[in-house]
C-alpha cells in the first residue's frame, strides 16, 4: 500500500546493510574459471575487477543473503581470502554525513566535504566572475539527462601548451571531482613558486565530472552507481570509460547492458562520449593540448597507454620515466606507494577508454589515467572518507606537476 499520507518521507535509496566486502585470492586456473562463471550468473555480487589470472587478487561485494553460501563457496574450493568489511553501509552512512548541503554557501566550499554536482558547478560559475581575465567557464553541451557538461580554461596565453584533465566519468569515484577542483584551485591560489609557474606556463582544461548524470545518481539514489544513466530497456546505464572508439569494445567490456563495464551500443554511442571527442578534436590543435590526466579511484596506480594490448607506444619509455618519478614524488610528499606501467599490464585489460583515444586519435603524446587511493586492497572501495580529499589531492597534483616538468625537459612541449 502506498505511504503518500506518511510522514516520514521513503526515498528511493539503495542500501547496503551488512554486505561484505571480500578480498580473494586465485590460486589456481579452477578458482578463476569458478569465479568467472560466478560474476555471470549473479547479481547479488558486485566485483571490482573481473577474475583473470593465478596469484590475482580480488575484491568483491556480497550482499548480505548470499553471504552464507559464499563463505561456503570459499571454504570448499579452499581460497584464501579475508573480510575488509562486514557492514559496508556503515561506510556509506559515514560518507554521505561528509556531504555539505547543495545550497551551502561558496564561501564554504572546501576539501573536508564531498559536494553535489550543483554545487561543484555553482563554484566554478563564482571562480570565473572573480578570475575573469584568466578564467572561463567552458560549457561543452548536455549530457544524457540534460545536465551541463562544464569545465573551467584556466590562463589564456595563445603561446602556451595546454593540460587537459578529465574527472568524474565512474560515478561513484567521488575523490575523482575532489581532486580535479583542488587542483584548479592550487593553479589559482598556491603561493608555491612551482605551481605558479604551472599556471603561468600553461594553459589548463579541468572537467570535474564528465558524468554528471551518474554522479548526480550516487547523491541521490545509489552511492556505487558508476555508469551514465542512459536507458536500455529495464536497466541503464554506458561505462562511458569504454565507449570510445579506439578498440571499441575488444577486451575488458561487456556487451550485456546489465554489466558494469558495458561498452554502450555502438562506438561513441553516448552523448557525453560525443561531447568529449568534439571538444578535443577541435581544441587539440587550436590549443595545442599536450597533455591528458583522466582522474579515477582507486588503487594508487599511474598509468599510459594501452589498455587494450600489451603493445608498447612508440614513447613507453619516456611515459614509463614519468610515471615513476611522479611516483617517487608522491612517496617523498606522504609516504605512499604508487605504481607506474601501462594500464594493460598494471591494473587489467580494457579497452575503448579515454586515455588510450585521447593518445591513438587526438595525438595527444602525454596520456596518463591515474588511479586515486586508497591501495588496490582498500577496505573502503570507492567510499574514500572525507579527511582523504586533501592530501589525496595534493599528491596526485605533485605527480601531474612531475610528469610535466620531466616531460618538458624531454622537449615534449616545444
Known amino acids: 500500500m502506498a505511504a503518500s499520507g506518511n510522514k516520514d518521507v521513503v526515498n528511493d535509496q539503495a542500501r547496503y546493510d551488512h554486505y561484505r566486502i571480500y578480498n580473494v585470492q586465485f590460486d589456481n586456473e579452477d578458482q578463476i574459471n569458478l569465479f568467472q562463471k560466478l560474476e555471470q550468473q549473479s547479481d547479488s555480487l558486485t566485483f571490482i575487477g573481473h577474475a ?22 570459499l571454504t570448499t574450493y579452499k581460497l584464501t581470502h579475508r ?6 553501509q556503515e561506510k556509506i552512512d559515514h560518507n554521505m554525513s561528509e556531504v555539505l548541503p547543495e545550497n551551502v ?18 563554484w566554478m560559475d563564482n571562480l570565473a566572475a572573480k578570475h575573469a581575465d584568466k ?7 548536455e549530457s544524457t539527462q540534460g545536465n551541463a557538461i562544464k569545465g573551467l580554461k584556466l590562463g589564456n596565453n595563445p603561446a602556451n601548451k595546454s593540460i587537459f584533465i578529465e574527472s568524474g566519468i565512474h560515478a561513484r569515484e567521488w575523490i575523482a571531482p575532489a581532486t580535479a577542483t583542488y587542483i ?41 552507481w558508476r555508469k551514465n544513466r542512459q536507458l536500455f530497456g ?17 577486451t575488458g567490456s561487456s556487451s550485456d547492458p546489465t554489466r558494469y563495464d558495458f561498452a554502450g551500443p555502438s562506438a561513441g554511442s553516448e552523448l557525453e562520449t560525443q561531447r568529449i571527442m568534439r571538444f578535443i578534436g577541435e581544441h587539440v590543435e587550436q590549443d595545442q593540448i599536450k597533455t591528458y590526466i583522466a582522474l579515477h579511484s582507486y588503487s594508487q596506480m599511474l598509468m599510459f597507454p594501452f589498455g587494450y594490448t600489451k603493445k608498447h607506444v612508440s ?100
Request: hydrophobic residues 40%; proline residues 4%; charged residues 25%.
Open 52 to 73: 583473470r589470472e593465478v596469484g590475482q587478487k580480488l575484491s568483491i561485494l556480497v550482499a548480505a543473503h548470499r553471504v552464507a553460501d559464499f563463505a561456503d563457496l
Open 83 to 88: 573480510v575488509l568489511t562486514y557492514n559496508f
Open 105 to 122: 554557501d561558496i564561501g564554504n566550499y572546501d576539501w573536508k566535504h564531498y559536494f553535489h554536482l550543483k554545487t561543484i558547478y555553482a
Open 135 to 141: 578564467v572561463r567557464v567552458v560549457n561543452i553541451g
Open 184 to 224: 584548479i584551485n592550487e593553479l589559482l591560489h598556491s603561493q608555491d613558486e612551482r605551481v605558479q609557474a604551472l599556471a603561468k606556463n600553461y594553459n589548463w582544461f579541468v572537467f570535474p565530472c564528465v558524468n554528471p548524470d551518474g554522479y548526480k545518481y550516487t547523491f541521490e539514489h545509489d552511492r556505487m
Open 234 to 250: 529495464t536497466c541503464r546505464g554506458v561505462d562511458l570509460n569504454r565507449n570510445y572508439p579506439d578498440h571499441w569494445n575488444s
Open 315 to 414: 614513447n613507453y619509455d619516456d611515459l614509463q620515466e614519468f610515471g615513476k618519478k611522479a611516483a617517487a614524488a608522491i612517496k617523498i610528499e606522504s609516504g605512499r606507494d604508487y605504481v607506474s606501467g601501462n594500464l594493460y599490464e598494471t591494473i587489467y585489460p580494457s579497452s575503448g577508454g579515454s586515455m588510450d583515444w585521447a593518445y591513438s586519435e587526438a595525438h595527444i603524446p602525454i596520456a596518463y589515467t591515474f588511479e586515486l587511493r586508497g591501495p588496490p586492497d582498500s577496505e573502503d572501495l570507492f567510499i574514500l572518507p572525507a579527511v582523504e580529499i586533501q592530501p589525496t589531492a595534493s599528491e596526485a597534483f605533485t605527480a601531474i606537476r612531475t610528469i610535466v616538468e620531466a616531460a618538458a625537459l624531454k622537449g615534449y612541449y616545444k
